[in-house]
């Protein structure tokens, strides 16, 4: 099993940042890729960015340039560096661990989710 929790959102302008954590408790996520979802309200969960275990990242159109994904193996840790931040990025944003080292398929673990709110 692997536990995964998500920090760092939050309230902020147009035009500005956020860093989002993610740490996983349970098992190395060394070998597994980890990904970055999103839902905003009255909408269905998109993919926003991954990481595969040997550090390959891809990133959903709409925050390509904006937003960047790493990933920090010796702590247990990913990260989503967004920048540039538009009132569309508003959502809760989830972090998810693949069961293997690329993100094909479903995600097997979610973690609960933190709020983003870019205001105009």
């Known amino acids: 099993q692997v536990q995964l929790v998500e920090s760092g959102g939050g309230l902020v302008q147009a035009g500005g940042s956020l860093r989002l954590s993610c740490t996983a408790s349970g098992r190395t996520i060394s070998t597994y890729a980890m990904g970055w979802f999103r839902q905003a309200p009255g909408k269905e969960r998109e993919f926003v960015a991954s990481?595969?275990?040997?550090?390959?990242?891809f990133y959903a159109d709409s925050v390509k340039g904006r937003f960047t994904s790493s990933r920090d193996n010796a702590r247990n840790t990913v990260y989503l560096q967004m920048d540039s931040l538009k009132p569309e990025d508003t959502a809760v944003y989830y972090c998810a661990a693949y069961l293997g080292p690329m993100s094909v398929g479903i995600p097997k673990y979610w973690g609960q989710g933190t709020q983003v709110t870019v205001s105009s």
């Open positions: 990481t595969w275990s040997g550090g390959n990242t």
